[in-house]
């Protein structure tokens, strides 16, 4: 069952040696599903395993000598290769002060943090090592902490927050007293560092059910540490247009968006302006404007604060920004180009626009029969325009910087922009005058001072 290439390695450290799978590899390999690496514990220490390997004529890296770890190149692959070791003792709720080597496997197995994270299958053949009983509840679909959830979740904040994220990724439920632990160690988790929080934030969001570990991340107040900005969603009523309150909403918006970063964070924010912009009119209709404004903010923050990228921010911004805007088959088109001109701008393609858009609608649990075909008919008009490849940017213009300089007769300067996005109005709303004689006779009319699309 295990990867072939694993063979030469065990081969390397000789017939003694106890070459093991672990971890996410095995529940992975146990369960059918795809994962990108493959984590070995050994019984040999990494000084060994390193000249071993080597003498073999493998190439190995000591990546973390001190944790007992060094990588082997497999076949082109990194292979982290982990003496067992057990942890010290854990004083600051994150890390432990050291670990210790020379254990054995069981011991190697039992500083692991749930059940079907603790097993281990021999390379080469051998009945797989399951000593806290991490079959069966990957049978039962659980996620259960090896040993005491409490004393668990004192050690290490992370753990809970890893709780969430696999039953997130599997589907599977938190056994009753892992999940029952949580709430009594949310001050060990507010000690886990911004990056972790984010790595696991980000794999919740990509999993099968991302609803399931969001709900978890609100049942048990992890939510406040890390989101706090969403927890005034729960319960937020919204209005005829919508079935859900706004987290409601937002879990389904989020379960119902492609499975890639840009798009699942910004179905989780798109609407946390909502609360803080929520009004009643004198006929008791709700509304929420200015919200998308607001959500901006709110995603800008939690986002920096959680230390994502430029790009996500970016693409989150672009997403939440465009939200507001409700393109209707019934538009005109140059109203439509401009919002194609929109979607340029923001480096958003039209089909990812078009996605995050469906998934919002199918998160606000109407009858399909209310929206769908207003929806499609919208996507065909705007998707059929963009076929038409017009121009958008002022670098789409038929008459360059240098030929309107060389027709205006002077030099560059402010003037010249000004009088570029003069024509690319003009282009946006008659693109059949994108051509270099018409352009120019509309320059030679705009210099004269000639026309009021000027002030538009
Ligand atoms: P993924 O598919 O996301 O890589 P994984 O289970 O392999 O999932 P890793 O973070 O790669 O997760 O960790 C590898 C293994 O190390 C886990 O399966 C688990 O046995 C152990 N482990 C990781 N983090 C912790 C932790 N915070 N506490 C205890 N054991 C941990
Ligand atoms: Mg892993």
Redesign the pocket.
């Known amino acids: 069952m295990t990867w072939p290439p694993l063979l030469r390695l065990k081969e390397a450290l000789g017939p003694a040696a106890e070459l093991v799978v672990?971890?996410?590899?095995?529940?992975?390999e146990l369960l059918g599903r795809p994962?990108?690496?493959w984590?070995l514990a050994t019984d040999l220490l990494p000084e060994v395993v390193m000249g071993r390997a080597r003498a073999a004529g493998l190439k190995v890296i000591p990546t973390g000598l001190q944790h007992g770890t060094v990588t082997v190149i497999l076949e082109d692959r990194p292979v982290e290769v982990t003496t067992f070791r057990t942890?010290g003792d854990y004083r600051d709720g994150r890390r432990p002060e050291s670990v210790r080597l020379g254990v054995g496997l069981h011991e190697d197995?039992a500083?692991?943090?749930?059940t079907i994270?603790?097993m281990a299958l021999p390379v080469g053949g051998g009945d797989l090592v399951d000593p806290f009983g991490g079959q069966a509840d990957l049978a039962a679909r659980l996620i259960r902490a090896?040993g005491d959830p409490l004393q668990?979740f004192a050690?290490?904040g992370?753990?809970p927050l890893?709780a969430c994220?696999?039953a997130a990724?599997l589907g599977f439920e938190v056994a009753a007293a892992t999940g029952a632990a949580i709430p009594s160690r949310l001050e060990v988790a507010r000690k886990v560092a911004q990056e972790r929080v984010f790595t696991e934030l980000d794999?919740l969001l990509h999993g099968a059910e991302p609803e399931r570990g969001l709900r978890l991340l609100e049942s048990t107040g992890l939510l406040d540490l890390w989101l706090p900005e969403l927890r005034p969603m729960v319960g937020c009523g919204q209005n005829r247009h919508h079935r859900y309150d706004v987290w409601e909403h937002t879990l389904r918006v989020v379960a119902q968006a492609p499975a890639d970063p840009g798009l699942r964070w910004a179905a989780l924010l798109h609407d946390a302006g909502k609360p803080g912009t929520r009004t009643v009119d004198e006929r008791g209709e709700t509304h929420f404007y200015g919200h998308e404004a607001l959500s901006l903010d709110l995603a800008d923050a939690l986002l920096t604060r959680l230390k994502a990228s430029h790009a996500l921010r970016q693409e989150v911004a672009a997403l939440i920004g465009l939200h507001g805007i409700h393109p209707t088959d019934a538009w005109g088109d140059p109203a439509c180009r401009r919002f194609l001109r929109r979607l340029a701008e923001a480096s958003l393609p039209l089909a990812r626009w078009a996605a995050f858009r469906l998934a919002d609608h199918q998160g606000k649990g109407l009858a399909p029969e209310a929206w769908e075909g207003d929806y499609r008919a919208m996507l065909a008009r705007l998707e059929a325009l963009a076929a038409t490849a017009p121009p958008l940017s002022v670098r789409g213009l038929a008459l360059d910087g240098a030929a309107l300089m060389k027709l205006a007769g002077k030099g560059g300067g402010p003037w010249l922009g000004d009088l570029q996005r003069q024509l690319l109005e003009a282009v946006l709303d008659d693109p059949t005058a994108n051509t270099p004689e018409r352009l120019a006779a509309l320059v030679l009319q705009l210099l004269a001072g000639g026309s009021g699309s000027a002030e538009r």
């Open positions: 672990v971890g996410g590899a095995v529940r992975d994962h990108a690496d984590d942890d197995l500083r692991r943090d749930f994270n603790a090896v668990r050690e290490d992370l753990r890893r994220r696999f990724q794999k």
